[in-house]
């Protein structure tokens, strides 16, 4: 690489004005020497002492000169010594030769001699020494000069005439080699600045607006596949190749700007390559102003396209949903911003639709998430194919979309598209030779029926979409507001039933159950209640029903669980070898891990013996999925607890289901009970089960046994096992040993 000249212009200069110094020297005192010789060869026979004097001025020239090409770097000092001899030499050659008339003339070589090596400064001070030398000689009455008052004033004079044209010759030539060097290093910082800038990739351009003069350097070119002078030298030739969409822009900004003529300019543009492709230029330029009158720009060009196409990349990332290609959700938002202010610019409806697939998850978890990817795609395809153009579609995340149906005049159009979504959703898609069939369910909100801003229309098309999952899903519902109420109502407790376990607000009361011939206590059934910090002691009809399918359901089962075991076994350290059942809801039954997580619990009681545990299962929970259900309760009863039939009767089960269903007791609901002391079709019923539990060789156990009477009633009927209010209350923990003894002493006290 070439290296950058130096911008220091001064250091040359001062080496050849050094060189220039010991020339002038060197032939000075040659000359001197090679003068004095010769007149001291012609004078030796006139005048021994002149003649002497010249040998020895001779002499000092020619050591001067030996010590001048050993030491050339000693120049000043050799200068300063040499002025000093020659003046001593010719004050000399003054006084002792009054007969030579030529002699002042001496003191003009030496002044001119002072000034070139010396330079100005030190020229006036030999000056002032040689005038002073002359005028003392003359003045003084030791010396005879030989010259007139008159030619001594002359000769001084003359020196000071000669001495001002020196220094203005002096001052003349350094002005001008001080211009001389300002344009050179100019010339270089303007070569150099050009190379830095190109070498960096940028192009250098220069612009008189006046006259539309446009220079530019070979860079520019470059950049845009153009041969070199191929633009030509005026603007409008570089006007011309901007894009059409930014070249009133570049105009404009560009006139603003010198109007301003503040700062830098800075624009982006677009400009056409000789192949026909466009490239994004970076222009950053500043305006300068040689005079009042006269105005240009400089500036450079940078290539940014790669930039601008990594920022459009990014863009599409940011605004794009990378799996579908279709808006996502920050898109979505400004969309909607956009769609809301055209529906009150011209009156239309605007539906925004929350779109949730049913049976994704299954296809996610049996075949993969690849598979999961391509039914995602093919239902944005499949949403894109049933809405308009101008419509948009989006995806939130997971299996969840956004649409907004724009410019619908009537609530028909919405309903229309809604089915056409639904039917091309719903149609089977091929995975790897199989056929899956997922739906939708759908939340519409709509502007200006629902008149709220945008991200409320999203909030309440979302809360809609889950009242259709939870109509049956394939279908859409319309945000309704008391049907929103509700919904917050539900949040609410579902929030304040999970802060409610947090806070260990539940306690669990005990009903106890006993054998209907001995009145011996065999155990009881756990309750749930609910110590309401507001509204009190809770019962389970009051809380319970809010929960069921959501994961508090589970949440409460295992909290059920853990509380009861712990409580049976406190009991059976007392010596009360009680048998304790707990209600266990369908959803938690049919949970995966139900089983794992009951096996560690139970571990935690190893002392506890089996059949001292018994779930309770609802007879319609268990009908629901039998084969499911009936491998949880065997796999449950390897771990010693039994299992209840809750409520039978009331399922409409078959003997084949009752046959198929692992459990040891059957409970007759209390529905039945209760009015079968007046109503032959349930005494008939009651009847039924008693017999039907012992020809499957079932325990029985009636719930809601009221009073003495009804408990005789079902002793006489061949019915086991009863509880209900009319043997204890559920009671807590605490209250068991004390019922314990007076049911002992007096039963039905």
Same mark, same amino acid.
């Given at each position: ?41 012609? #004078? ?25 090409? #050993?030491?050339?770097?000693?120049? %000043? *000092? ?155 030298? +005026? ?7 901007? +894009?059409?969409?930014?070249?009133? #822009?570049? #105009? ?63 863009? +599409? ?142 909030? +309440? ?26 919904? *917050? ?126 779930? %309770? ?19 449950? *009863? ?112």
């Amino acid at each position: 690489m070439k290296k950058f000249e130096t911008f220091d212009s001064g250091a040359p200069d001062t080496e050849r004005n050094h060189r220039y110094k010991l020339k002038f020297l060197n032939s000075v005192l040659f000359l001197n020497g090679a003068v004095a010789f010769l007149i001291g060869y012609t #004078r030796w026979q006139a005048s021994t002492t002149m003649g002497l004097i010249d040998f020895g001025f001779a002499g000092l020239c020619l050591a001067f000169l030996v010590y001048s090409y #050993r030491h050339p770097d000693k120049v %000043e *000092r050799m200068s300063s010594i040499v002025l000093v001899l020659s003046f001593v030499l010719f004050m000399a050659v003054y006084v002792l030769a009054p007969y030579n008339t030529m002699r002042l003339s001496l003191f003009f070589l030496l002044l001119s001699g002072a000034f070139f090596l010396k330079g100005r400064n030190a020229g006036r001070m030999w000056l002032g020494i040689i005038l002073t030398g002359i005028v003392a000689v003359h003045v003084l009455p030791y010396f005879d000069t030989g010259y007139s008052h008159i030619d001594i004033f002359s000769t001084c004079l003359y020196l000071v005439a000669l001495f001002f044209m020196l220094e203005n010759y002096r001052i003349f030539k350094e002005s001008r080699t001080a211009g001389a060097d300002e344009q050179q290093v100019l010339r270089l910082t303007e070569q150099r600045w050009r190379h830095a800038l190109e070498g960096s990739g940028d192009a250098v351009w220069d612009w008189t607006p006046e006259t539309g003069e446009f220079h530019y350097s070979r860079r520019f070119a470059e950049i845009l596949g153009y041969d070199d002078g191929e633009f030509g030298e +005026h603007a409008e030739q570089f006007f011309r190749i901007i +894009h059409p969409d930014d070249e009133l #822009r570049v #105009r404009d900004e560009l006139q603003d700007y010198l109007k301003r003529n503040d700062g830098h300019c800075v624009l982006e543009m677009r400009v056409a390559c000789k192949d026909g492709n466009w490239k994004w230029l970076l222009c950053r330029g500043t305006a300068i102003r040689n005079d009042a009158a006269h105005l240009r720009m400089v500036g450079t060009f940078t290539d940014i396209t790669l930039i601008k196409q990594h920022e459009k990349q990014l863009e +599409h990332i940011a605004h794009f949903d990378a799996l579908t290609g279709i808006p996502n959700r920050l898109l979505l938002a400004d969309r909607l911003q956009q769609a809301l202010a055209h529906s009150k610019r011209d009156g239309s409806i605007l539906a925004v639709c929350y779109l949730d697939l049913d049976g994704f998850k299954f296809v996610n978890d049996t075949m993969g998430h690849e598979a999961g990817d391509k039914v995602l795609i093919e239902v944005t395809k499949r949403i894109k194919g049933s809405i308009r153009e101008d419509d948009t579609v989006a995806r939130l995340g997971g299996d969840e979309f956004a649409v907004l149906l724009l410019g619908l005049h009537a609530a028909e159009e919405c309903s229309a598209s809604l089915n056409r979504l639904l039917e091309a959703i719903s149609q089977p898609i091929e995975i790897r030779n199989n056929l899956f069939e997922v739906s939708a369910s759908i939340g519409v909100a709509t502007y200006p029926g629902d008149d709220h801003d945008a991200d409320t229309l999203l909030r +309440h098309a979302d809360q809609a979409m889950y009242t259709a999952k939870q109509s049956g899903k394939n279908r859409y519902y319309l945000y309704d507001a008391e049907n929103d109420q509700r919904a *917050r109502t539900h949040h609410e407790l579902l929030r304040r039933l999970k802060l409610a376990l947090e806070s260990s607000e539940f306690e669990l009361y005990y009903q106890p159950k006993v054998d209907m011939r001995s009145l011996h206590p065999v155990g009881a059934e756990a309750l749930i209640r609910w110590h309401d910090p507001e509204r009190g002691m809770l019962a389970p009809s009051e809380f319970l029903h809010e929960i069921e399918g959501t994961t508090l359901e589970v949440e409460l089962g295992d909290w059920v669980v853990a509380t009861a075991l712990t409580q049976l076994e406190l009991w059976h350290r007392a010596g009360l070898p009680m048998e304790l059942s707990i209600n266990i809801s369908a959803r938690h039954l049919q949970a995966k891990d139900f089983t794992w997580k009951l096996k560690r619990k139970m571990l935690r009681y190893p002392d506890l013996p089996k059949g001292s545990l018994q779930i %309770e299962v609802l007879e319609t929970a268990a009908l629901e999925d039998i084969p499911r259900v009936s491998d949880t309760i065997e796999r449950c *009863r390897k771990l010693g607890i039994s299992f209840a039939l809750d409520d039978f009767g009331t399922g409409y089960s078959s003997l084949s289901y009752l046959g198929r269903l692992p459990v040891d007791t059957l409970k007759i609901d209390q529905s039945f009970i209760r009015d079968m002391m007046h109503d032959k079709g349930d005494r008939a019923i009651v009847q039924g089960v008693i017999a039907l539990a012992k020809a499957f060789d079932r325990r029985i156990v009636a719930e809601g046994v009221e009073s003495e009477e009804l408990f005789r009633e079902l002793v006489e009927m061949g019915c086991e096992y009863g509880q209900g209010f009319g043997i204890a209350r559920p009671m807590r923990a605490s209250e068991l040993p004390a019922w314990l003894e007076k049911w002992n002493n007096e039963p039905f006290s």
